[in-house]
């Protein structure tokens, strides 16, 4: 079977390759392979199953990887570029994120889907993975065990990364990009849950609060965020903490600095508290009403006083050791991978001519927010844009 391009990974990155070439209008006869039972399952649980395809603060500083200029050459000048590959309104919500107008992610895997099946794509072939690829004079060759041949001039390889492996997506296929000399960088969950010292919260689990949190490795602030912090047996959980994950998943003894109230100043609460604790309440509940009681019987535990400036300190101040990650299996994303010094501008290979990478499977990973939506998208794009003027 031949082809003018294969692109195996049918996720939100190979779905955008496939959709931008196919309504090229240059004829080209294309095969998309994925090893999935359906095509963008990933993409269909994204933001919460509403679609969060990109965001508005769209900025070379909310992106990790080896290259971040080219990163930002591909990803960063648009915020809606991506949005050229469906055919329906979006819209956007005080924090940036772009969301289709339906708020629903599956709508927009029906919109690429019912894109692809039409002509001239030639082949979607879903439960295929593919194990091993040939390069031969005149381009690549899939051997299956069938005894099936899939051939074709230019190959991309969009098959994700490691984390969450119910959608096959459990870092083997990293073993494609290796056999042509490829290296990868070190991996790491990313967007995802922390472990960390429950010392002071274990009577806190299912209990979310409002924070801002700040990551500090080495006495150096990473990166401080706001939001939801769910407090869990194993540490924290929250949007929060998915979006400082990415900045402490790689790093050895990083900690987690809670400050509660965060619209309050130490001040105004100090005032509060002492006016409750000059009330007679007891200890235990000068943070009540507050605070959800829980938390702030465990902020006061803590201080271990019912000094109300040192209560105030520790609510400030609420210092949790990080531990570690709970893993790719609970990942959103995968922070490493193909070493982008082994990339071209067009994210081609260096080692292998008309062998393209687009998405997660490269060293790309991006903060909470639509950012690794709008990198799978516009990186599918821009291989595609590579592959029409070459072909």
């Given at each position: ?30 095969a998309?392979?994925d ?22 603060e ?13 990163v ?19 819209t ?19 919109d ?28 690549f ?25 119910q ?9 494609l ?6 290296t ?28 801002a ?7 150096q ?23 400082i ?18 619209e ?18 007891e ?9 959800h009681?829980q ?21 400030k ?7 570690g ?8 994303v ?6 982008m ?32 939506l ?18």
């Amino acid at each position: 079977m031949d082809y003018d391009v294969i692109i195996i990974g049918g996720g939100a990155a190979g779905l955008a390759c496939a959709t931008r070439l196919n309504k090229s209008g240059k004829n080209l006869k294309i095969a998309l392979i994925d090893a999935g039972d359906r095509l963008g399952k990933k993409l269909a649980a994204t933001g919460n199953g509403q679609g969060n395809v990109s965001n508005k603060e769209l900025t070379a500083e909310h992106y990790h990887s080896g290259n971040v200029d080219l990163v930002a050459k591909i990803a960063c000048t648009d915020p809606y570029a991506c949005t050229e590959l469906f055919g329906c309104l979006f819209t956007s919500d005080e924090k940036g994120r772009i969301y289709p107008a339906g708020k629903q992610a599956s709508a927009l895997v029906d919109d690429l889907i019912n894109s692809i099946k039409k002509p001239p794509l030639a082949l979607v072939s879903t439960d295929c993975k593919v194990e091993k690829i040939i390069k031969t004079a005149k381009g690549f060759e899939i051997p299956f065990s069938s005894g099936v041949i899939y051939k074709a001039k230019v190959l991309v390889v969009s098959t994700g990364g490691k984390a969450q492996k119910q959608f096959k997506t459990d870092g083997s296929a990293y073993s494609l990009a290796t056999a042509f000399g490829h290296t990868l960088t070190p991996l790491y969950p990313s967007l995802v849950q922390l472990k960390s010292e429950t010392q002071y919260i274990k009577t806190l689990k299912g209990i979310r609060a409002d924070c801002a949190v700040t990551a500090i490795h080495n006495g150096q602030t990473l990166k401080k965020v706001r939001g939801d912090v769910i407090f869990t047996d194993y540490g924290v959980s929250g949007n929060a903490i998915f979006s400082i994950s990415s900045y402490v998943a790689d790093k050895q003894g990083a900690t987690l600095l809670l400050e509660f109230l965060p619209e309050f100043s130490a001040e105004d609460i100090e005032v509060s508290v002492t006016a409750r604790k000059n009330a007679g309440y007891e200890t235990c509940e000068l943070l009540s009403g507050t605070l959800h009681n829980q938390i702030g019987r465990a902020i006061i535990k803590r201080a271990g006083t019912d000094s109300p400036k040192k209560i105030v300190q520790t609510l400030k101040n609420f210092i949790l050791p990080v531990l570690g990650t709970l893993g790719f299996d609970y990942a959103q994303v995968t922070k490493g991978g193909i070493n982008m010094a082994e990339i071209t501008g067009e994210l081609e290979s260096k080692f292998v001519k008309n062998l393209f990478f687009a998405g997660e499977i490269l060293d790309v990973d991006g903060d909470c927010g639509g950012y690794n939506l709008q990198w799978a998208f516009t990186s599918g794009m821009a291989v595609a844009d590579a592959i029409l003027k070459r072909l």
